[in-house]
């Protein structure tokens, strides 16, 4: 097989392509020929090492990928050889065969393709969360959607269009025509407009129900300020802390200070009729039981047409340097791919 792995911290270029024997599928596991494998935000501060939850380097990295089960292992129903999956992967998803147990396989409908498939748990299975279970967001409520131009911001999109919500959504300015093309109601160019008066400008003052961010720092500190009575803000990552391609200390530290450690404090969350929570996808291992209902639900909107993954670009294995170059030259609307 050929992995991509993360040789050392630093910047895309550490990223090296390497072979290695096929793995056999476990007790419990199918393996895929992967087709397409997901590149996510997390696999970023992962390289440049912000992300604590990534093993010891040199690691592959990777929580997803999409193709066809090619071998399957003892315990396994047998019906799943030869099937067109999509699976969640715990790192090791940087690569062109992957073993997974079935608890972490979906079935790929007809009609889906590997690229389509690939970019759907992340960035849908965050956006539900957020959206569905733990923002409980509601028909005419308006949601401020950050970094809208992502993976996650054109998956809550479509979701929260679906459910008949208004979408306010932050971008770079060169990505908001397509953006208001894909269903955003009002956008933000928030690197040279404050995100927080314009927000109040297109909500008469109100505020908004329900914010998703993940850009952390001062950013959490004005969307609490921003929330109507009975909002609710949703923080799932610290993308301010990547000021460039390498760590830079000051940049997190930066972030942290920023951060409103006291302002969420039980009285000030009574008194203010507001709800704050976090979501980590990636601490959810014990609870897959809970995310398949997610994505069983999502496969539905899938075949509806409301889950419509967006892809901005795939990148061959040779190329990922660049593919992660592309993603921090903020250049992707869409989700962004490996394929082997
Ligand atoms: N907690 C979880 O379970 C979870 C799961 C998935 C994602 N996330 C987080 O959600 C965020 C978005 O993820 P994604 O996969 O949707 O992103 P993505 O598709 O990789 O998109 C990256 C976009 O983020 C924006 N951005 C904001 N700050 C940036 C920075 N400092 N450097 C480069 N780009 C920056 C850029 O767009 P603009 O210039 O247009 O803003 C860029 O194009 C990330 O922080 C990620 O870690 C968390």
Redesign the pocket.
């Known amino acids: 097989m050929r992995q991509i792995w993360i040789t050392r911290a630093g910047p895309p270029e550490v990223l090296a392509v390497k072979e290695a024997p096929d793995p056999q599928p476990k007790v419990g596991q199918v393996r895929i020929r992967v087709e397409a494998s997901g590149?996510?935000?997390?696999d970023?501060?992962g390289r440049m090492g912000l992300y604590p939850d990534l093993p010891p380097f040199p690691v592959v990295p990777g929580y997803e990928v999409a193709g066809r089960v090619d071998a399957v292992g003892e315990g396994v129903d047998p019906v799943w050889a030869g099937r067109d999956v999509f699976a969640m992967t715990r790192f090791g998803g940087y690569s062109d065969v992957v073993c997974v147990r079935t608890e972490q396989l979906y079935a790929r409908p007809a009609g889906m393709s590997a690229l389509e498939a690939a970019a759907i748990p992340?960035?849908y299975f965050?956006a539900w969360q957020l959206l569905v279970v733990m923002g409980s967001l509601k028909r005419s409520e308006t949601v401020l959607v950050?970094?809208?131009?992502?993976?996650?911001?054109i998956a809550a999109t479509q979701i929260a269009k679906h459910i008949g919500a208004r979408v306010i959504g932050?971008?770079?300015a060169s990505?908001h025509a397509e953006l208001r093309a894909l269903g955003v109601d009002h956008l933000i160019d928030?690197?040279t407009e404050d995100f927080e008066a314009r927000t109040r400008e297109f909500t008469n003052g109100r505020g908004v129900e329900l914010i998703l961010d993940?850009?952390g720092g001062d950013s959490v500190k004005k969307g609490y300020r921003l929330l109507a009575p009975t909002g609710r803000l949703g923080m799932?990552?610290?993308?301010?802390?990547?000021?460039s391609k390498t760590r830079n200390p000051l940049s997190m530290l930066s972030v942290l200070a920023k951060t409103p450690w006291l302002q969420f404090n039980p009285i000030a969350l009574i008194n203010a009729n507001k709800g704050v929570f976090g979501?980590?996808?990636?601490h959810l291992w014990r609870e897959l039981d809970r995310v398949r209902e997610w994505g069983d639900r999502l496969l539905e909107l899938w075949a509806q047409g409301v889950v419509k993954p967006k892809i901005?670009r795939s990148f061959k294995f040779d190329e990922a340097a660049q593919a992660h170059h592309f993603?921090?030259d903020?250049?992707?609307i869409?989700?962004?791919l490996l394929v082997p």
């Open positions: 590149i996510n935000f997390a970023i501060l992340v960035n965050t950050h970094s809208a131009g992502g993976g996650v911001g932050t971008a770079s990505k928030y690197r993940a850009v799932f990552g610290i993308s301010a802390a990547v000021t979501v980590n996808l990636g901005a993603i921090q903020r250049g992707n869409g989700k962004v």
